[in-house]
């Protein structure tokens, strides 16, 4: 090996150990890689080269994360937030330390730590709607939506016009019980995405609690499914929003015969198609209705449950029995799994931060 190539070999790492920038890049390279045991050493090196560069402290609170050293990178994140987090740069980088910190937590059943992390993010980068979503996200996953309401509230307050912001809003009512501002709020995100199906389908369970506001739903809805004649969705949701202002209406079951036309394996059309039919007497095309949607979705309980009754009325006792127990044996697993979900995400004790 020619003498050259061989101080090289020698040298060249040499001078790399010796630079913090050099070792800097590096260890976020083997960071974005998923070599966090690399990254750590060479963030560590260069940690100790420059001590007082903030953004070398960040990359490190990343690198100790990923290994396991919780308390280690809490350190560094608050070492780099002493030596400068008033710029805007390295502000942003530690919200999404303490994002991916919080992520660490809820992952390690430490909800209230992971509480804490997302409210640090929010106040390093308050107009990331990221962190909003998921901090109000974990309220919600915990049945505690007053939190979220009040976290969503001043978000969408900051960031007007996100569509996830409002759906996550809507919802955080609707689990407090505030059905007016819940459907207030999906009013709202139909407007800022009225081309997105996700900006509708959140309001189907409060249409019997719409009230005053039905009619301003169903012009967005008539004005969706004009616009978007394809979508069985903007169909059947529709003929939901119609029957519950005038069940009796023959244009309900004209949408959902829409809905099933535009895909005809959209199962939540075939069962609620039964309903007017059934109103009709007829009870026939109502059992066949009600078998398609079965069959496209064998674990929806209330359609076992109708397929029971509709066999019962025409007089076949086997088949209704099997339905019923179907239905019990549905309702048996959703009740234990709503327990076990309890019981793994119990409500928050919390303190909204100023």
């Known amino acids: 090996m020619p ?23 590096r260890g976020v390279t083997h960071l974005r890689a998923k070599k966090f045991a690399e990254a750590l050493a060479d963030l560590s090196a260069a940690a100790k080269l420059k001590p007082a560069e903030p953004v070398i402290r960040v990359a490190l609170a990343h690198a100790r994360l990923e290994t396991g050293d919780t308390a280690q990178a809490r350190t560094a994140a608050a070492e780099a937030r002493a030596l400068g987090a008033s710029h805007p740069d390295l502000s942003r980088a530690l919200a999404a330390f303490h994002h991916q910190l919080a992520l660490h937590l809820r992952r390690a059943r430490d909800p209230a730590g992971a509480v804490a992390a997302w409210q640090d ?9 990221a ?4 901090l109000a996200g974990l309220f919600l996953d915990h049945r505690t939506p007053e939190p979220a309401v009040a976290i969503l509230e001043t978000a969408t307050a900051k960031i007007p016009g996100n569509a996830e912001l409002l759906r996550l809003l809507g919802l955080a009512h609707y689990s407090a019980g505030a059905m007016d501002p819940a459907v207030a709020a999906f009013l709202r995100l139909m407007d800022t995405a009225p081309d997105s199906e996700d900006s509708y389908t959140p309001v189907e369970t409060l249409l019997p609690e719409a009230g005053a506001r039905l009619p301003a739903i169903l012009e967005r809805l008539r004005k969706f499914v004009a616009s978007h004649p394809a979508s069985p969705v903007g169909h059947f949701l529709l003929a939901q929003a119609l029957a519950a202002g005038s069940p009796g209406l023959s244009e309900v079951e004209e949408q959902l015969r829409e809905a099933i036309r535009a895909e005809p394996k959209f199962w939540p059309a075939h069962f609620e198609l039964h309903k007017p039919l059934l109103a009709r007497g007829e009870t026939r095309a109502a059992r066949e209705s009600l078998e398609r949607a079965v069959s496209l979705n064998p674990d929806y309980a209330p359609a076992r449950y109708a397929l029971a009754q509709v066999y019962a009325a025409l007089g076949d006792r086997t088949r209704a029995g099997k339905e019923r127990a179907a239905h019990h044996e549905l309702l048996s697993r959703a009740r234990q799994a709503a327990q076990a979900r309890q019981a793994e995400m119990p409500p928050l004790p919390y303190q909204i931060r100023k």
């Open 3 to 25: 003498i050259r190539a061989l101080a090289a070999l020698v040298i060249v790492p040499w001078l790399c150990a010796q630079d913090a920038e050099a070792l800097y890049r």
């Open 121 to 129: 993010a929010i106040a390093l980068a308050p107009r990331d709607p």
């Open 131 to 134: 962190y909003y979503a998921a």
